[in-house]
């Protein structure tokens, strides 16, 4: 069952959590943790600082995807698909659930 026929949005058309204004996540302590068991610390490093901007992890073309999904940082893992935050990127965006699906353009 796909997201649409759920009635929620497609995150492979949009990736707005992951691009301006929400942009890059602030990790937790607990992801720089798993980063460091996992051996991946240059994830955090590559977050720093760019909360605002873009994720640096957003894959764009054709569609929206995360490089790190398996591995993403928690305040990802929690955004929920069609959620309260979802939906307002959206309407800010001009992407109104779930009638309006064009892709937006992806800002770098």
Not at 90 to 95: L, P, S, V
Request: glycine share 12%.
């Amino acid at each position: 069952m796909t997201a649409m026929s759920e009635g929620l949005p497609d995150c492979m058309s949009c990736g707005l959590c992951c691009r301006k204004p929400a942009g890059a996540p602030e990790p937790y302590p607990e992801d720089i943790e798993r980063w460091a068991a996992e051996g991946a610390s240059a994830i955090a490093g590559r977050l720093a600082g760019r909360h605002g901007n873009d994720c640096p992890f957003l894959v764009a073309g054709p569609g929206f995807r995360c490089s790190i999904y398996p591995t993403r940082p928690l305040v990802c893992r929690h955004f929920a698909v069609g959620g309260s935050a979802c939906l307002e990127l959206r309407r800010q965006a001009g992407e109104e659930h779930p009638s309006n699906l064009r892709k937006i353009g992806f800002h770098r």
